[in-house]
């Protein structure tokens, strides 16, 4: 049975009408913001012709994400997760359309732009962590990481076709046809999570909805190890390892510096972490998710520290397929791992804080990364840090025996909810 390859699952979507429903506004929203980022660099560039001005994009979207993300996992705690997503979209479909409004209108105002980046980044923050945990209340406890990679391949299909149809979209009309479809793509998501159920907080601390919950996120995931370990994991591969930073420069040096070639490198990720997708009915149904995220999270410090070693083209983005492949599969049985592990009543501030270490981890990855190669070479920096990335990662395997020996739920015939051993857990925490 663990022998043979299979596709992707999509039993979460002929079972449940609901998932079914947040799939398709997840997707939309994915696809929407995919080609609204590419039309903000364009326009920021347009209005200011440099890099500064690029980089303060990033300003605008981390510093809102970081911020916002664990107020949102307190908030997702504290009220009805659907009435939250509910309101956070309503609020991206806002910056959207004042996104259109003021390109029709012609603003050369950079700072209007970016506040309603910020706008559009704040509210989908406020929104992330409820919406992390709908899978798990929707979908049987088996389902649950089959309906993550389902996501997950949406989100690597939104990363192929969105900057191509923001090229073409703005290159036929212009800035606002591009925020147009993103206000579209909201308006649909709006749409599926109107269809959605009523989902409050259970269990302890949650009180109906109506207290404030008493511990942060950061508390309850240092108190269980298969959390920490787990994100510990995901922490290792994209701050010791994360490779997107030193690309150019690789291009640069060996191969002409080609913006083909360095497009190349960014699509071979995608089609790497699409593929997995589409096979990952291979290991979904398997049930030993923490040696599953291990061992991708290893996978992916080597095909990186081979990727700093490679001379052919063909070797290169060989590598980087590989390396993409392995961080989906190591993404999907995190996500399933942090939402089955975790009580419902506290469901909203874990994923308040994998939110922030899946936001801040990369950045801090590629700054690292740049800061080494440009006191060494950048072969040298992806070399050092996908073997650091494995030793990380074979340090909390060895001192994590509940993540090497953690399995998911067996089949059940309802959505996974808190019982008596997560009662007892939320005792614990507190």
């Known amino acids: 049975m663990r022998g043979r390859v299979r596709f992707l699952d999509t039993r979460p979507l002929r079972s449940s009408q609901s998932f079914r429903d947040l799939w398709i506004g997840t997707s939309a929203s994915q696809l929407g913001g995919q080609i609204a980022n590419v039309a903000v660099l364009a326009q920021v560039w347009d209005l200011t012709g440099s890099p500064v001005g690029t980089g303060a994009i990033g300003l605008a979207t981390g510093l809102p994400m970081v911020l916002f993300g664990l107020l949102g996992g307190t908030l997702a705690d504290t009220v009805d997760r659907r009435a939250v997503v509910r309101a956070t979209t309503v609020g991206q479909l806002l910056a959207a359309v004042g996104l259109c409004a003021q390109a029709l209108a012609g603003n050369r105002n950079v ?144 191969f002409e510096g080609d913006p083909q070639t360095l497009g190349l490198f960014l699509s071979a990720v995608a089609v790497g972490g699409i593929t997995a997708g589409l096979l ?52 999907v049985t995190r996500s399933a791992m942090v939402q089955l592990e975790t009580p419902d009543a506290y469901r909203g501030r874990v994923s308040s804080v994998e939110h922030v270490i899946g936001v801040a981890g990369p950045e801090l990855g590629n700054f690292r990364g740049g800061l080494l190669a440009s006191a060494t070479s950048a072969s040298f920096s992806l070399v050092a840090g996908g073997l650091s990335a494995i030793l990380a990662i074979a340090a909390v395997a060895a001192t994590n025996a509940p993540l090497r020996a953690y399995r998911t739920p067996p089949a059940a015939g309802k959505p996974a909810t808190p019982g008596v051993a997560d009662a007892a857990a939320a005792g614990q925490v507190c």
């Open 111 to 254: 700072l209007l732009l970016l506040a309603l980046v910020a706008m559009g980044t704040t509210c989908g923050a406020l929104g992330a962590p409820a919406r992390r945990t709908f899978p798990v209340r929707l979908l049987p406890g088996d389902q649950v990481a089959a309906g993550l990679a389902l996501t997950n391949v949406s989100f690597q299909a939104a990363m192929l076709a969105g900057p191509a149809m923001a090229g073409m979209i703005i290159a036929r009309w212009d800035f606002s046809a591009a925020y147009a479809t993103q206000a579209v793509a909201m308006a649909v998501s709006m749409l599926a999570m109107i269809r959605l159920p009523a989902m409050r907080p259970e269990g302890a601390g949650a009180a109906g909805g109506r207290r404030r919950p008493e511990r942060g996120g950061w508390r309850i995931v240092l108190r269980r190890p298969t959390l920490w370990g787990s994100m510990a994991t995901d922490l290792s591969t994209t701050l010791l390892a994360m490779p997107i930073a030193l690309f150019p420069l690789v291009n640069e040096i060996r």
């Open 280 to 331: 990952s009915g291979t290991v979904t149904r398997w049930r030993r998710a923490g040696l599953v995220q291990l061992s991708a999270a290893g996978v992916w410090g080597l095909a990186l520290a081979c990727f700093g070693l490679a001379g052919p083209l063909w070797l290169a983005l060989g590598c980087l397929a590989v390396a993409g492949a392995a961080d989906t599969v190591s993404v």
